[in-house]
């Protein structure tokens, strides 16, 4: 390397107007040629557009051959930093030569999206959460059964995606109690007895008493305990901007371990925390993984955790050694993926706690691997949103979304966690049913977008190294997914724009798939259950189109609609019955979780809330002076195709103008709801089997 390299490089940046990176300082990058071996940069997927800055041929190799930073844009780009980690031959992640490197790294990272360390920003909880997200789906055959998970018949287990993979819920019941996690109760958890008609409320299980602000999320019940799993705002600093005076929060997630072994005194055993706000969790025969997303605000902010009973807002902080930290390979969020495993047989303590500089939004997991993916912005869209001061997902007006993609990073969960791949697919995902492992390939359904906000859809095929092998592209224009159903070797999946087309896809050759067949109907499914190896039922919405008559019917508006399709021909799907339910709304709609199935009897139930509050009547409309309400469950049955209601309940317990039915569980003969009446209290509410 020339020695008036550095000095050139150092012009260029000052007549561009941006400030040059720490990585570029003569001496670290000396530094790193003495000590570490060429790292050859991976170039990015798609060409980006450069600013027209001219940085000589031999500066750029010099940059690139220290493994530092690559940049293909000054404005906002992608970079690589650290040394590859090699998972056979596959660049998985990178690795970083220590604290300072990382602190360098992100320092970098916060320039580059606008954010330096002095500015402020709100520490809220941002990310999209799977749990609420709306579309269904289930492994295929090498994670689990594909029909749905068989329990102990005397009551119900929350609906898994995976056999054998536990999935924490803000419902759950031991046979004997219920427990629920209510939307407005978000600091403890309310345990009732189940007995029917004289069932009671028992007590309280509080969730933090630590002083912060706290929100429960969900929960386990495992073995006479109950994990629970909830986000933390510790009150860190005060920073002023604009004059203005703003409170900072840490983002913390915590797991606390209780004892119901005296459900008159339940006992807190155990707690743990980990810095980041709460994603989602797995349980598999009692080893619990958490994972978190740690946004970072300057390069001091790396992640953490805290043993020994430790609350959130304690001081008694561990930060992770350096060699635990990776790097995803091009980073372009400011933030952390954390994820730990905890035996919670021996304790709430991590066995293993890692992170990876790469956020983290949706999981999936199965017995063997956990897949954590995360939105990866497009540069320019990112460098808008920041200048517009537009975030939480949203995004500028005129913003370009057609280099959206999905960062995907696979943890093998034998032996410890351990970071066996990493790789970005283009689009976006709906949630963590978008994603399926069938005989060590991942299957990834994502909905992209052009230069005009068209969407379009992708069914990708991954290899066991995350490689792309094969892929179905550009189908259902102008729509975009909704619901996806893995089967063994075929995806069901819907899309939505003035009608339901079902796509079967054919997955038997995976470096070939295919879409085989499609059938449409109104309204649309955002979930798919299978009923049996022939047939799927979809629940979803509907949405007031007559098919009749071929005309939208403005009293049949939007509401809950059940559909059987049966696939026993792949080429030539049909649909076998439709239930629609006007102005009916259902967490199951949302929430595959709301889905009651009671595999002993072989049917379904559904919490239901119905509001109307006017309608047409002789080419006019009128408005109800009280909206007419009711509150209940619908209990169905499916007979080769066809849907029987077997009872649709109203509850007279559960009523008023802003009451709602949210959950429901079965136990021996009774179902049981649980909702409320005033956003307040907790009501719950009893029907026998009919």
Not at 447 to 472: C, M, R, S, W
Not at 659 to 673: E, F
């Amino acid at each position: 390397m020339k020695n008036n390299d550095f000095e050139y490089i150092k012009n260029q940046f000052d007549q561009s107007g941006v400030n040059a990176p720490n990585s570029l300082d003569e001496a670290e990058v000396m530094n790193l040629l003495a000590n570490q071996q060429p790292v050859q940069a991976i170039p990015p997927q798609k060409p980006k557009k450069k600013l027209a800055v001219g940085i000589s041929a031999a500066a750029a190799v010099a940059v690139i051959t220290a493994g530092a930073i690559t940049f293909t844009s000054l404005h906002f780009n992608p970079f690589q930093s650290g040394e590859k980690v090699l998972f056979g031959d596959t660049a998985a992640l990178r690795t970083f030569s220590g604290r300072a490197q990382i602190q360098s790294t992100l320092s970098d990272l916060l320039r580059l999206t606008g954010q330096s360390a002095d500015s402020f920003h709100y520490s809220g909880k941002y990310s999209a959460y799977e749990d609420g997200a709306a579309a269904g789906s289930s492994s295929g055959a090498a994670a689990g059964s594909s029909y749905g998970a068989m329990h102990d018949s005397s009551h119900n287990s929350t609906y898994e995606q995976v056999t054998g993979v536990s999935e924490a819920d803000n419902v759950k019941t031991d046979g004997k109690y219920i427990y629920y996690l209510s939307n407005t109760k978000n600091q403890s958890i309310e345990v009732f007895s189940a007995e029917a008609e004289n069932s009671k409320k028992v007590c309280n299980i509080e969730i933090s008493d630590s002083g912060s602000y706290s929100y429960a999320q969900d929960f386990f019940l495992y073995e006479g305990k109950l994990i629970a799993l909830s986000g933390h705002y510790v009150d860190d600093k005060m920073e002023k901007a604009d004059s203005d005076t703003y409170r900072q929060f840490q983002e913390m997630t915590e797991v606390q371990i209780f004892d119901l072994s005296d459900i008159n005194h339940v006992t807190l055993l155990d707690s743990f925390s980990q810095s980041g706000t709460y994603i989602s969790s797995r349980m598999i025969d009692g080893m619990l993984y958490v994972v978190s997303n740690d946004r970072v605000y300057s390069s001091d902010d790396l992640p953490f955790v805290k043993h020994n009973g430790a609350t959130p807002d304690s001081a008694e902080r561990k930060e992770l050694p350096a060699n635990q930290i990776y790097s995803v390979d091009t980073p372009t969020v400011n933030s952390f993926l954390v994820v730990s495993s905890i035996d919670t047989e021996k304790s709430a303590q991590a066995a293993v706690t890692k992170a990876v500089l790469g956020s983290a939004d949706i999981i999936y997991c199965n017995q063997q691997n956990l897949y954590v993916t995360a939105y990866d912005y497009p540069p320019q869209l990112y460098a808008d949103m920041i200048n517009s001061n537009v975030f939480f997902g949203a995004y500028a007006s005129g913003s370009d979304r057609s280099g959206e993609q999905t960062q995907i990073i696979k943890v093998s969960l034998e032996k410890d966690l351990r970071f066996v791949a990493s790789n970005k697919v283009d689009g976006t995902i709906d949630n963590q049913y978008s994603l399926d492992e069938y005989e060590g390939n991942l299957r990834v359904a994502t909905t992209t977008y052009d230069e005009d906000y068209q969407p379009t859809n992708n069914l990708y095929v991954l290899d066991e190294k995350l490689k792309q092998i094969g892929a179905v592209t550009g189908f259902a224009d102008t729509e975009t997914i909704r619901a996806v159903r893995y089967i063994n070797d075929t995806a069901y999946v819907i899309t939505y724009m003035q009608t339901d087309p079902l796509f079967v896809i054919d997955l038997s050759v995976p470096t070939a798939p295919r879409i085989r067949g499609e059938v449409k109907i109104s309204g649309f499914s955002s979930l798919l259950v299978p009923v049996d190896e022939n047939t799927l039922l979809g629940i979803g919405y509907h949405d007031g189109f007559n098919e009749d008559e071929q005309i939208y019917d403005a009293n049949e508006s939007w509401g809950l609609k059940l559909v059987t399709f049966d696939v026993t021909d792949k080429s030539n799907p049909l649909v076998l019955d439709a239930k629609v339910f006007p102005h009916v709304s259902s967490g199951v709609q949302y929430n595959l979780k709301a889905l009651l199935v009671n595999f002993e009897r072989g049917d379904y139930a559904v919490p239901t809330n119905y509001y109307y509050d006017g309608g047409w009547k002789d080419g006019e409309y009128y408005d109800y002076e009280i909206p007419e309400t009711k509150n209940g469950v619908i209990n169905f049955r499916i007979d080769n195709g066809n849907i029987t209601v077997i009872d649709d309940y109203t509850s007279d317990k559960i009523t008023g103008e802003f009451a709602s039915v949210d959950r429901c569980v079965y136990v021996g003969d009774y179902i049981y709801l649980l909702g409320s009446a005033d956003y307040e209290n907790t009501v719950i509410d009893c029907v026998k089997y009919k």
